[in-house]
């Protein structure tokens, strides 16, 4: 069964970077494309960002493009969000999700399993 796990979440000041990670376990990542969603309190999910099963492509929401970046480890079975100069409206829950396609990532109906989520939470 595959299981994937967040981690890295926080409370920090605006301006600073975090990182957060995701790990899969149950099967390898190299067979998904991953992606990033984050949810604030009253809206509805949001796309960060995601990258294809090669890690040869990439793509990141408007609100976070320049600042956030994702990368993919097969080896480790692990995904990263480096999130840079973090602003308030940065706040949310953070979760992974796996797809078995490289299409329309940006969709939440292409992925097929989704972890708990971490919550990151900037500070002005």
């Known amino acids: 069964q595959v299981r994937l796990v967040e981690s890295g979440g926080g409370l920090v000041p605006a301006g600073v970077s975090l990182r957060l990670s995701c790990a899969i376990t149950g099967h390898s990542l190299s067979s998904y494309a991953m992606g990033w969603f984050r949810q604030a309190p009253g809206k509805e999910r949001e796309f960060v960002a995601a990258?294809?099963?090669?890690?040869?492509?990439?793509y990141y929401g408007d609100s976070v493009k320049g600042r956030f970046t994702i990368s993919r480890d097969n080896a480790l079975n692990m995904i990263n969000l480096q999130m840079d100069s973090l602003k308030p409206e940065d706040t949310a829950v953070y979760s992974c999700?796996?797809?078995?396609?490289?299409?329309?990532?940006?969709?939440?109906?292409?992925?097929?399993?989704w972890g708990q989520g971490t919550q990151v939470t900037v500070s002005s």
């Open positions: 999700a796996a797809g078995s396609t490289d299409l329309y990532l940006s969709r939440r109906e292409v992925y097929d399993y």
């Open positions: 990258i294809s099963r090669s890690g040869a492509r990439t």
